[in-house]
């Protein structure tokens, strides 16, 4: 599966921000598909993922800011961030997986999230 994300950008602290994921292949239905993201100086963490069946899971600092959503009939998943702080300043990541993993087999490319205080 080939990954691409987007809706990055500039936001103002307490701003929102809607990142968007598109998967190819006839199969996105069956893959958990996660985001992660990766701040300056810092190791790669997870924020989110949602599973087939459509549960969701979250990072500690993230949960009850952010909500991921798949669209399976438009190969999407989608991370809506809202109260965003400059701690959630990084580069944020797709990725998919048959299963529920800590590392993800496929990856898309990052997109830019940058929280000015």
């Known amino acids: 599966v080939q990954l691409q994300a987007s809706g990055g950008g500039l936001v103002q602290a307490g701003g929102s921000l809607r990142l968007s994921c598109s998967a190819s292949g006839r199969t996105f239905s069956g893959y958990t598909m996660y985001w992660f993201r990766q701040a300056p100086g810092k190791e790669r963490e997870f924020v989110s993922g949602?599973?087939?069946?459509?549960?969701?899971y979250y990072a500690d600092s993230v949960r009850g800011r952010f909500t991921i959503s798949r669209d399976n009939a438009k190969n999407m998943v989608y991370l809506q961030m809202n109260s965003l702080n400059p701690e959630d300043t990084a580069v944020y990541y797709c990725?998919?997986?048959?299963?529920?993993?800590?590392?993800?087999?496929?990856w898309g490319q990052g997109t830019l999230v940058t929280v000015s205080s």
């Open positions: 949602i599973i087939r069946d459509g549960r969701t």
């Open positions: 990725a998919a997986d048959l299963n529920p993993t800590d590392n993800p087999r496929y």
